[in-house]
Every structure is written in C-alpha cells, then in structure tokens.
C-alpha cells in the first residue's frame, strides 16, 4: 500500500492549455505531482494575442500607462482556465504567490479584487513585489492547486 502511495505521488505529467495564454518560455502552464498541480507564473495576457489588457505602449514598448484592475480581472480568468484544463478547479487552491510590480500604486485595488475573486476560497497567499516581469504587465500568480 505505501509502494503504492509512493508512486502516486512520485507520478508527474505536464500540462499544457489550450485556452490560457502561451508560456512566453521553455516551461509548461503546470505540472501535476501525486495530487498536487502546480502552476507556472500566470499573467494577463490572451492566448492569441501579445496584447496585454488595460496597458497602452510606447513604439518601444515601454508601459505609458496600466490599469491593474483590468490587468487583475485577465490574469484571474486565465488562472482557472488552467485550473480547468488540468482537471482541477478553482475552489481547489490552496496557496497562491502574487507579483506586483508596483505595491504601493497596486495594492489596494489588487486586495479588493482579489476579495471578490478568491474571498470563498481562501488560500493562502504570499504578496511580492519585483522590479519587473518577463513581458510588461503589472501583475503574474503562481498557484498551488489540488486536484
């Protein structure tokens, strides 16, 4: 029975969505190990778009301005969207790390949103700040689910 439960949980399978955004490198949308799923870095973007909700850039692509609420809103969405096509669900998280990219502007609205979004679930939750994200978005979620 314990050869059993070891292999379980030993067992891994990458994930891979088809309604979440591209990974924008070498890593898969999640992994399941035993009864756990972990998901990658999670941001705001569409699947089949580079465009990222409520930023306007410059011909550079330097951010001019952001909105965090809309920012917020897609990067939940797309978090249960890998949920779901793992075959987990969204009640099924149970701890959630948040990288903002301006704490003291963001916060606040991050916070109420994140009430409303995750207030029945509950899991635990980890906020950072960093200087800044692989693409230019304010916001990215790294979740630990069970499924």
Known sequence: MAAKAAERFMSSELIESNRAPKPVGAYPHARRVGGLLFLSGVGPRGRDSSAIPGVELDADGNILSYDI????R??????????????????????VTVFLTN???????????????????RPCRTT??????PTPIAIELKVIATI
């Open 69 to 72: 609420e809309a920012q917020c």
């Open 103 to 121: 704490m003291k502007a963001d916060f606040a609205a991050y916070n109420r949103l994140y009430a409303e979004y995750f207030g029945d679930v």
């Open 128 to 133: 950072v700040e960093v200087n800044a994200l």
């Open 74 to 95: 897609a990067v939940f969405e797309n978090v249960r969207l890998v949920l779901e096509d793992a075959g987990s669900a969204w009640e099924n998280m149970v701890d």
